[in-house]
């Protein structure tokens, strides 16, 4: 078989060793094991087969370190290592020049990043994220053509690099790592869409790191340390924004009386962020909301009357741990988790569409009886519930 230039065994039930005769297959160019059973090593004679442009072993139980002759395996193109047992260092791929995809994720890799990277200006898609490397991150402004960078839930720490002139850049994923200092400036990624960096420990958000990133959809900053004072500046030309999440940060969130968010929002998580003393003006044009957390906010006001036009559409709300006031007589009929807990909310308890799944009206001064909430037998439900003036109390409600 050594003439045979395709081979595709994927989603089978192939177990034991890869053999060392698969080296013999010096022509060819496309290899796919993925999905099998498949365990122990990879080979040394990997390092044989130099025409392969394709290799994909991923979803397999393959373990050890990856092999020295890797590296010679220079018209490589696509690699997928995903879901096995892989431990120790990434090679140093110095050769591989024409590498466009590497894809290592969920293994139990625990070395540091080559510098090497920085010369590989073809690579379009590096994840390695689900593993234990740690140190510091390269320099990636020799990645010209990077669109998708993926490291979250590794051991990462220090500062991040600079990332200006990426511009192929769309997704960047650092989440779950030890990154700290301020966010770097993302000015040159011009066509970045996806930036989660929560669960780190940044100290600071500047409005020229993220401020010019027109084409952003979804930005996590949530659990960090970031101490920041947030105004227009920040978000004006963030015009693609659908959600923003920057729970559990010590943000204070100071925009004048009369300005509006310039993008419609879907999902808005700003727990433990400062927002009041006032309720959020900001979002008063805000028509797409599915899921909105400003619970622990400081806010000491009465619920606005626009507050039930841009609600039709939620299917989260908390608005717990603050000291709003007024009647809260409508709830959203996609609601399936509402929060209002520890508030000063009056009057009959609100009517609960039947799909609902969550509820806490708990710390409140609603009076009225339990009809209110317009619970009808029949409808087939199960419901968890608390509710109370002076402390929550678990009901639930099965009904068939």
Not at 9 to 22: G, K, T
Not at 155 to 178: I, K, Y
């Amino acid at each position: 078989m050594t003439g045979l230039t395709y081979l595709d065994l994927s989603s089978n039930q192939l177990s034991q060793a890869i053999p060392n005769s698969f080296g013999r297959m010096t022509a060819l160019t496309y290899l796919d094991l993925s999905t099998n059973q498949l365990s122990q090593a990879i080979p040394n004679s990997f390092g044989c087969m130099t025409a392969l442009t394709f290799l994909d072993l991923s979803f397999n139980q393959l373990h050890g370190e990856f092999p020295n002759s890797l590296q010679n395996l220079s018209n490589l193109k696509v690699v997928y290592f995903s879901f096995n047992n892989l431990t120790g260092s990434l090679p140093d791929f110095t050769l591989l020049s024409s590498l466009t995809e590497l894809v290592v994720n969920f293994n139990e890799l625990d070395g540091y990043l080559p510098t090497v990277f920085e010369k590989h200006s073809a690579l379009q898609k590096l994840d390695l994220s689900n593993n234990h490397l740690k140190g510091s991150l390269p320099d990636f402004t020799g990645f010209s053509s990077l669109e998708s960078l993926d490291l979250q839930k590794n051991e990462f720490f220090g500062n991040l690099p600079n990332f200006t002139g990426l511009s192929s850049l769309r997704d960047l994923h650092l989440s779950n790592n030890e990154f700290s200092g301020s966010l770097p400036d993302f000015t040159g990624c011009s066509s970045l869409k996806v930036l989660h960096l929560d669960k780190n420990k940044f100290t600071e958000w500047g409005a020229q790191s993220t401020g010019s990133l027109s084409s952003l959809t979804d930005l996590d900053l949530s659990m960090n340390s970031i101490k920041s004072t947030i105004t227009e500046t920040h978000l004006s030309n963030l015009s693609s924004l659908k959600q923003l999440s920057a729970s559990y940060n010590s943000l204070t969130f100071e925009f004048s009386s009369e300005w509006l968010l310039p993008f419609q929002i879907g999902s808005l998580y700003l727990s433990s962020c400062k927002l009041g003393p006032k309720f959020p003006n900001w979002i008063r044009n805000q028509h797409s909301i599915g899921s909105l957390d400003i619970s622990h906010s400081q806010i000491s006001d009465t619920i606005p009357i626009w507050f039930w036009n841009i609600s039709t559409l939620m299917s989260v709300l908390n608005l717990s741990s603050n000291e709003i006031r007024g009647k809260f007589s409508y709830v959203p009929n996609e609601i399936v988790l509402i929060d209002l807990s520890s508030n000063y909310f009056d009057g009959p308890l609100p009517p609960i569409p039947a799909d609902c799944r969550e509820i806490n009206l708990s710390k409140n001064k609603f009076s009225g009886t339990l009809f209110s909430l317009g619970i009808v037998e029949g409808r087939g439900f199960t419901r968890s519930a608390s509710f109370g003036s002076s402390g929550a109390q678990s009901i639930v409600w099965c009904t068939s």
